[in-house]
DNA sequence: CGCATGAGGGAAAACGTTTTCCTAAACGCT
DNA sequence: AGCGTTTAGGAAAACGTTTTCCCTCATGCG
């Protein structure tokens, strides 16, 4: 009976006695929030034994010990700070997600499903908008590790030497969308490009569209690379295929101005293609307006298939096609893939599907 | 010179001493990620010196001294632990921004502007999506306060039991674009929504739309009940009062649901009005699909002016006139509501603007 | 010479957890 | 009665910082 009461009397007929309550150091969390050390005086237990209900941990607590304890608890509003069992545990219940462009609705869209996954699980996500650019995301890296995040979730990774360090590392990574630009499988949730890339050839062919087109993004994302190389096998089988001169990107950074431009050059070299596949609905958005200008619409004249489908689409661009990817798996699969050790560096394929919105245009090949 | 190497000439010549280096406890961060103390041994200085060089307390450390551990923070690749400063200083950099629906660009893009502005300041912000619950959002309260958040935005506070104590509690709260339903008139970011109400009012009124109505969500939202009351307010000085049967919503949670349902009340009762008011782009989204099945368009058949204006309206939403919402401007100013001990009380009003992508409809009064 | 002052820097005390030891009963067993 | 074993729970050691005291020189000034 060294230092604390203990009263086994008194305990076990529930009583909480006032002296109980009292010869505790009176620390009544001096610094506004409550800690477990009031906790653990108003209870009149030890703060390991506070910190072994809070947690859970079996044979450890009586029945009544612990109800005395979930009393305080609830009674002061206890809620433990994460730094201090962070700093103990080595380890943080953050999960950092880098995102390439929180602009693009399609991964604010994941963001946001990987948000409500995580919590779910306990976990808090912080958000990192990195651009596209190599010294912004080995910032955030190097900012995310001094957080001690539980891991790291790159939604479109771009190459940088932080990048590659920390892979080497071991750190807890998780690429989604787009695969490491530094090799080696580390845990990948996304979708199967490739064949995507061959629906939408097939859709575009099987319409009867003859002359067909390209416009992509960055090449350095597998993604954008696995869809066309998709894409472009299909229509070469079907016996469309297209010259190099029918893909083609746009020296911009925003996904908008590479259609708008991209398109822009596909006009000046004369009648339109009949079909185009859009490597994102943003690059489509891009190519759909500068077509309105010029006098063109779709799918009258034109179909155009995007890729992303954000459901915003359903109400802004009942013209466009598109390969809807399933933003609200990804939350659960991210969170598996952190949360789940055995298959953690399994690859998790999501399923996709093409949205068809137009019908296919009348025959005109007449006039 | 107790415990601690100290030889000054050797330090004035700036050698870097093998032995300096090794009578030290070897501490060569055991624990992966190198520490505080591994940089001190390196350096050849106590945990203190390092910490105020890193912290930059003037008049604390020689030229020399801050030379070699800056020296050895290089070398180790050191950055400090956030947990450990978090625990120490009873307070993290982490900002927490709790949204009411990530799935809305608009408040996607004010997200993304404000993890700019924090990061700048070395915050780093933490997003939660609410939902627009109020229980969610009590959840979210506790959660950042165990997390000890220097500061927790609210993009569109509702109201809900946490969220009145914490304001009650002097927790650092910054309301951007609703104001605090609990009255009390906290730090808050947005726009002047009434005189936009009026200024779109003058709008409509001014291309002749004679026949008007306003399309709102829930009406708890102080912005959109400012929108409102300035149209309402400047419509009927202009003569153009609105019967109350004009103003509508929908029992829908989704924005783009109740434009559509409000839409479609609006077409059974006969004729569509001239000009609609949609107290946010969603609504006008539902609202325009629902036109479109109608086979009326817009706007050739009658005006249609949205709220917020995402810069995506411009691609895919030509036929909206919108009022747009100066985000980008958004991130700066939470961040100085934030760091800013002054002014901190004070309201940030920032500039909106009216923007009129179409046309007036021809005049087909006649027909 | 005496003495305040200031610069430079170390020791150690927090900060709030979790977790590893320990210890003391109580509870079977033989 | 003796002896493992389980149950309940306390003490104390981390975890990695920041910050408050100190202490020691050197310097300037009367």
Chains 1, 2 share one sequence.
Not at 20 to 35: E, L, N, V
Not at 147 to 155: C, F, K, S, T
Not at 295 to 324: I, K, M, Q
Not at 349 to 365: A, D, F, G, K, N
Request: charged fraction near 20%; aromatic fraction near 4%; include cysteine.
């Amino acid at each position: 009976m060294r230092g604390y009461p203990f009263d086994p009397v008194a305990r076990k007929a529930g009583i909480a006695t006032f002296a109980r309550m009292t010869i505790r150091p009176a620390s009544r969390h001096p610094h506004g929030q409550p800690s477990i050390a009031s906790v653990a005086a108003r209870a009149g237990v030890s703060i390991a034994t506070v910190s072994r209900v809070v947690n859970g941990v079996a044979n450890k607590a009586s029945a009544e010990t612990t109800a005395r304890v979930r009393q305080a608890i609830l009674e002061l509003g206890y809620r433990p700070i994460s730094a201090g069992r962070d700093l103990r545990q080595r380890s943080s219940r953050i999960v950092a997600l880098l995102t390439a462009n929180l602009a693009n609705p399609a991964m604010a869209a994941i963001a946001a499903a990987a948000e409500a996954a995580l919590r779910a699980d306990g976990l808090v996500m912080v958000l990192c908008d990195t651009h596209d650019r190599p010294d912004l995301q080995d910032e955030y890296l190097l900012a995310m590790r001094a957080q001690r995040a539980r891991a790291i979730v790159l939604l479109g990774a771009v190459a940088s030497p932080g990048l590659a360090r920390m892979q080497a590392e071991g750190e807890t990574l998780v690429f989604v969308s787009r695969r490491s630009p530094h090799g080696t499988a580390t845990p990948f949730v996304g979708i199967d490009n490739r064949r995507a890339g061959t629906e939408v050839a097939r859709h575009l062919v099987g319409r009867g569209c003859a002359d067909l087109a390209v416009v992509h993004g960055a090449l350095s994302s597998s993604a954008t690379a696995e869809r066309l190389a998709g894409f472009r096998a299909e229509a070469r089988r079907l016996g469309c295929a297209l010259p190099p001169r029918a893909i083609l990107s746009a020296a911009a950074t925003e996904h908008l101005e590479i259609g708008y431009q991209a398109m822009s050059v596909l006009l000046r070299r004369g009648r339109a293609p009949t079909g185009i596949f859009c490597t994102s609905d943003l690059i489509a958005f891009g190519a759909h307006r500068r077509l309105l200008e010029e006098g063109l619409a779709v799918p009258r004249d034109l179909t155009l298939v995007g890729f992303d489908d954000s459901p915003l689409n359903d109400w802004v661009a009942p013209w466009l096609d598109s390969v809807r990817v399933p933003y609200d798996s990804f939350g659960p699969a991210i969170a598996r893939a952190i949360a789940g050790s055995p298959d953690a560096d399994a690859e998790t394929t999501l399923p996709h599907r093409l949205i068809v919105r137009t019908q296919p245009p009348p025959e005109r090949r007449d006039d």
